[in-house]
């Protein structure tokens, strides 16, 4: 198990840009997959990006193009990297760690707000 904390959440306008970071408690390295998903009010929570151990990456196709997920395994931190930001990103963005069969654990969020 990971404890996880995001930070870089914030107000931007759009076509603005935002680094969201994912602090672990420990070592990444061996963490199957790591991933960052948001909520928007009164809808469901959402995949956005994912990286594995291997740093394979796969996108929503809502955010290709737009947004870069990478991982810094030395300093046990995932970014997501957030470009031309549209006000339908709006959302609380998480950080989630993939355990596979052992389960997952979830940062608290950060709020990440576009303004039109």
């Known amino acids: 198990q990971v404890h996880l904390v995001e930070s870089g959440g914030g107000l931007v306008q759009a076509g603005g840009s935002l680094r969201l970071s994912c602090a672990a408690s420990r070592s990444i390295f061996s963490i199957n997959a790591m991933g960052w998903y948001r909520q928007a009010p009164g809808k469901q929570r959402e995949l956005v990006a994912t990286?594995?151990?291997?740093?394979?990456?796969s996108y929503a196709d809502s955010v290709k193009g737009r947004f870069t997920i990478s991982r810094d395994n030395a300093k046990n931190t995932v970014y997501l990297q957030m470009n031309s930001l549209k006000p339908e990103d709006t959302a609380v963005y998480y950080c989630n760690a993939y355990h596979g069969w052992l389960g997952s654990n979830w940062g608290q969020g950060t709020q990440v707000t576009v303004s039109s």
């Open positions: 990286i594995t151990s291997g740093g394979s990456t």
